[in-house]
């Protein structure tokens, strides 16, 4: 089955090739930069099949999240931290929506958020969270709002205030004659509410919301393709 809405994969690690920390085997534990690096793919992985209104692929990714193996060295401080991105991502069951897959990946990103925050640690992206300004036309629009819906990913994972609202201001000033219908509307609005989320709870649960809504007019465009 082919997804409505291909997305690329952008793999915003900043150095993929660092040197292992510890020599553990692959299956029971992961250096922290390997392991930092396969939880960030995996999510960007759910996030934007949500986004496609891919609710397996997100699926899948969510299960291999939930598996993964041990950070190998973490301090018990870790544990918790660790403890409820497996939780998070452990979710999936029957009663998996688009809906509820929107919330796991706020929820996981809200706890990797959480986690750089109190430790210190976490990715740097090489921008302020400013996404581009948009292209002419639907397809410009809909880069424009994977580029700011990046961008407030970015702010949310790094606990970066600044750099969330940057992105979500520009996602709720977007031209409006280009929002579709009530179903942009609502993204416009949801994206003004980002941009004034005042803690990293806030700016989660409506990050959820955010990708939530661009699903579910995904889907809906899925549902009248394979009507035809
Ligand atoms: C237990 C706390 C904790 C959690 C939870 C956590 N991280 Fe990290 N992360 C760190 C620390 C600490 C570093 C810095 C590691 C280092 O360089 O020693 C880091 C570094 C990173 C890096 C940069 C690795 C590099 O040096 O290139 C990425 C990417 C990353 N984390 C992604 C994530 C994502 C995505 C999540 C959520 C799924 C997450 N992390 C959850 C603590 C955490
Ligand atoms: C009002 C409906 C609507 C909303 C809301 C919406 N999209 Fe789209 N999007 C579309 C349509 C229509 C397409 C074209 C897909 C097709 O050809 O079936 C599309 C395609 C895309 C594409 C593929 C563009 C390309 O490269 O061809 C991306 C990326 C995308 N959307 C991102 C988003 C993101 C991120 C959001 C939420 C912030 C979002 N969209 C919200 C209707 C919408």
Known sequence: MKAPVVLLLAVSCANPSSPARSASPEGTE???????????????TMRES??????????RASRKLAAMPEVAGAPPEWGPWLARVRDSAARVDDTWTL???????????????????????????GNDGTPAAPKEGLRGHMVH????????????????TLHFARAAKALSEERPEL???????????????AAKAKSLASRADVFGEVIAACAE??????????GQ
């Open 179 to 193: 929002a579709d219908g009530p179903q942009g509307k609502r993204l416009h609005d949801l994206a003004g509410q």
């Open 50 to 59: 949500v986004i496609a209104a891919d609710l397996d692929a997100a699926g």
């Open 145 to 160: 709002h994977k580029a700011a819906v990046d961008g407030m990913w970015e702010g949310l994972i790094t606990a970066d």
């Open 30 to 44: 992961l250096p922290v930069t390997t392991a930092m690096h396969r939880q960030l793919i995996l999510v960007d």
């Open 99 to 125: 809906q509820t897959a929107a919330r796991t990946v706020a929820d996981i990103g809200r706890t990797c958020g959480g986690c750089h925050a109190s430790t210190g640690g976490g990715p740097r992206f």
């Open 217 to 226: 007019c995904h889907a809906g465009r899925d549902a009248v393709r394979k």
